[in-house]
């Protein structure tokens, strides 16, 4: 895979970080608010007191090293392209997926290729963004 300059991390590769080679990432790698928010949730989200505090020290680090880019109305505008392209090959852009394709229509507002370890839950958005799979 050939290095990219700037990308988008989705969420499922910040979840991770640690275990990512770090040349399969961008030379300046990028978050949504969206993934930042989906970070915030994740200690709430447990009732294990270990992962709870695995997952508050996830989000105080990239905290520290990232700043998020914002939901702006830009990305509301690719937000409609993206839920187009997704319900035109037969996937629901609606429920739980809405978050992951918010993430999406950042990525196409800014051109950046999105970075992800679950490519299938952006099937159907080849078109608008480049979409990479980190093992």
Known sequence: ?????QGLLD???????????PEL???EASISAISMAELSAGPHATSDVDERARRQARLQFIEAYMSPIPFDADCARAYGLVFA???AVGRKPRGARAVDLMIAATSVSLGLPLFTR???D???LEDLTAIVSLP
């Open 118 to 120: 679950n490519a299938v």
């Open 85 to 87: 392209a997704v319900s």
């Open 11 to 21: 969420t499922s590769v910040l979840i991770d970080l640690e275990s990512i080679d």
């Open 25 to 27: 990432l961008p030379n």
């Open 122 to 124: 952006f099937a159907g």
């Open 1 to 5: 895979m050939a290095k990219y300059a």
